[in-house]
């Protein structure tokens, strides 16, 4: 049967030593020098082509290469036919992706979402309202990209490489040579169609050159606090979601564009319904997005996970109307139109 994912973790940062502790911000110059991207990714590049050739199938390949330690840990998605996939990075014991050295990253800061294997997009990556996001290669900060080949992107002290395991596989056995023959990223604002610097953009239609050519990248806002109605002016609503919590409940409104960038439910104050869920339920548990046309729920490596139809789920497509269950709250998505 074929793997979904493939997780290594070096074992000096073991996850069971953590202490899930408060993030930290820290203000002032970082205590770690940065070390850019091609000289990290020299560093990577054999674990990189390793964890790829240890999984044959489709999907993404993310390693953390930390800008003093080196490669902390690695993940590897697959792409499945008929459904997306997903992973979450940051602090958090029960994240995929452990990374334990830097006190500024969030708890559970980054999902990385592969698309549909049918998807002209290879994989989404989504801030989870950290407040500090994601940086790209040219040093902005992003909430949200979506991608069809390789991407660099930083998150705190690390550099997080996520390549498509096919050309993980073939780089090249010298780390110089391989850095080079990746294809150039080429980053598009989603929301506007324009690119960043001298590159030229892709055509108003959103059709790429053949692929291989270039790494096309589009950024867009991230996901939305479950704070009230979720529409933007004039917006029809999408669907309802009915918190009913053991402090109260709680009745969200939410529009196409909401579901689009994603909403995210928890007691952190970040989601914004601190006062329907307790304790059993994880500052940042589940978030809901539309990929592909479809609409998902994902755990968030909640302590007490997400249940779908009474079933525990790593990730869910929900219907025109589904029940989920965080911890000792239930959640009812009804789709309106």
């Not at 270039?214 to 806002?221: A, P, Q």
Request: with cysteine.
């Amino acid at each position: 049967m074929p793997r979904t994912r493939l997780v290594c973790i070096d074992p000096e940062f073991p996850r069971e030593a953590a202490d899930n502790c408060a993030t930290i911000a820290l203000a002032g110059p970082l205590r770690v020098t940065w070390r850019g991207f091609e000289a990290l990714f020299r560093r990577a590049c054999p674990d990189v082509r390793s964890i790829c050739r240890r999984f044959p199938e489709p999907g993404v390949a993310l390693v953390a290469c930390h800008s003093s330690l080196g490669v902390t840990g690695a993940v590897c998605i697959a792409a499945k036919p008929g459904s997306i996939n997903a992973t979450i990075v940051g602090r958090h014991r029960e994240a995929d992706l452990f990374l334990s050295a830097d006190a500024g990253v969030a708890l559970r800061h980054l999902v990385v979402i592969t698309h549909k294997l049918d998807s002209p997009s290879l994989f989404s990556v989504l801030d989870l309202r950290t407040g500090s996001g994601f940086q790209d290669e040219e040093g902005e900060t992003r909430e949200a990209v979506t991608c069809d080949g390789p991407l660099f992107i930083r998150c705190g002290d690390y550099a997080l490489f996520l390549l498509p395991t096919a050309i993980g596989r073939t780089l090249a056995g010298d780390a110089a040579t391989a850095w080079h023959e990746l294809p150039p990223r080429r980053l598009v604002a989603a929301a506007f169609g324009t690119l960043k610097g001298p590159r030229q953009p892709l055509s108003l239609e959103g059709v790429p050159e053949p692929v291989g050519t270039f790494t096309s990248v589009s950024f867009r806002s991230g996901p939305r606090v479950a704070r009230g109605d979720l529409l933007q002016p004039g917006e029809v609503p999408s669907g309802e979601l009915r918190i009913d919590g053991p402090h109260g409940t709680a009745s969200v409104t939410l529009g196409a564009t909401a579901l689009r960038e994603g909403v995210l439910l928890g007691r952190y104050d970040r989601c914004d319904t601190a006062a329907v869920f307790d304790g059993t339920v994880s500052q940042v548990h589940a978030l809901l997005v539309e990929v592909d046309d479809d609409l998902y729920a994902v755990d968030c490596a909640s302590t007490h996970h997400l249940f779908v139809g009474g079933e525990r789920q790593r990730v869910a497509a929900l219907g025109a109307s589904s029940s989920m269950r965080l911890g000792r709250t239930r959640v009812d998505w009804t789709l309106l139109h």
